[in-house]
């Protein structure tokens, strides 16, 4: 009897950590977007509702720290201010929240056209990369030469990553979170030449906090967008959990798609812009 009364109190002190972990979970679901059903887009509770305004604003801030810097917005310093905010990456939060409302919308029209989930998935996804990279990169603006160049430079490997999302959700449970800031934290951490690592290695933590928010937006928001917008039942329906093998595909996937296949692709780009002109 005694056991079974021990046994019997103890389930309660268990059950705190799981509710605190789908209390947190429940928070970065919220920042991302939900998880895709359509159900769960908004926040539902108040530590959700905190929790995604907090990011939100952080992600606000940094941008306009990093976007009015005349040394990054390069060409565009030479806008005026208001100017140069409509053609920053606020404009990536304002894709974000407006794919968000309309997403049941976008998933009628894909689920009326008789075409494979495949070619669903690129007819909507190839578009949906395009304005955010377009968004993220100040429309082509922060480099020089012909900004329409600039943002196909961009394109390239963000298509590449968009089909290798499509065949690792094959086998792992990709959700829009998962694909938010798996991608983002990964690429938060190469961004700005490594900023962040340094940021935190000299112990600067609101520029590492600002670096975080600004750059998993970019970075894992290009590509959740794709999975928000595709009906649940087209996607692939993998069920392998996230592990430290996935995390190293993601990574080594990034790498290879923003170094030698960057590369290449300029240099396409490149090569077709001169026999053009």
Do not use: K
Not at 62 to 76: E, M, P, Q
Not at 234 to 257: C, T, V
């Amino acid at each position: 009897m005694r056991g079974r009364a021990m046994r019997g109190r103890a389930m309660p002190n268990r059950a705190m950590p799981n509710r605190a972990g789908t209390a947190v979970a429940g928070v970065f679901g919220a920042i991302a977007g939900g998880d895709g059903s359509g159900r769960s887009a908004r926040p539902r509770t108040r530590g959700q509702l905190i929790g995604h305004r907090a990011f939100w604003t952080l992600f606000v801030l940094a941008t306009l720290v990093l976007w009015l810097d005349d040394a990054h917005s390069g060409r565009l310093s030479r806008l005026a201010v208001p100017l140069r905010l409509l053609l920053s990456p606020l404009l990536l939060a304002v894709l974000w929240f407006g794919v968000l409302h309309w997403r049941e919308r976008f998933r009628r029209g894909l689920r009326w056209l008789p075409l494979p989930p495949l070619v669903n998935y690129l007819l909507a996804g190839v578009p949906l990369v395009l304005l955010a990279v377009v968004c993220a990169s100040g429309f082509g603006l922060v480099n020089d030469g012909d900004p329409r160049l600039a943002v196909a430079r961009e394109v390239g490997p963000w298509v590449v990553l968009l089909v290798a999302v499509w065949f690792a959700a094959r086998h792992y449970a990709l959700t829009p979170p998962v694909v938010f800031w798996l991608l983002g934290m990964l690429g938060a951490v190469a961004a700005q030449r490594f900023a962040l690592p340094v940021a935190l290695w000299h112990e600067h933590w609101l520029t590492a906090v600002l670096l975080f928010c600004y750059a998993v937006p970019v970075y894992g928001g290009t590509l959740a967008l794709v999975l928000h917008v595709m009906p649940p039942e087209q996607l692939p329906a993998g069920g392998a959990r996230l592990d430290w093998r996935a995390i190293g595909l993601a990574a080594a996937a990034m790498a290879l798609a923003f170094t030698v296949l960057a590369l290449g692709w300029s240099a396409l780009v490149d090569a077709l812009a001169g026999r053009a002109g």
